[in-house]
């Protein structure tokens, strides 16, 4: 299979996209606020991409067929 067909396949990559373009509006949208609300937004946003980083991971791990059980 293409590489690039199964990257829009998997649902990781899908997420990691639609959340960076949350974190767009987000910002957009939040600059308005105090700085409380945007320090609240900014830790729940750092773990959602985080989330996503780690399933890129796997994802490459998936695409280059190494080990799955090597975790750093």
Do not use: C, Q
């Amino acid at each position: 299979m293409n590489p690039f067909i199964s990257l829009l396949i998997y649902p990781g990559t899908l997420t990691a996209i639609l959340s960076s373009v949350a974190l767009y509006f987000f910002v957009k949208f939040f600059e308005r606020l105090p700085s409380s609300y945007m320090s609240i937004i900014i830790i729940s946003l750092v773990i959602i991409i985080s989330v996503n980083v780690y399933r890129g991971i796997d994802f490459l791990f998936w695409l280059f067929d190494l080990p799955s059980n090597f975790h750093f």
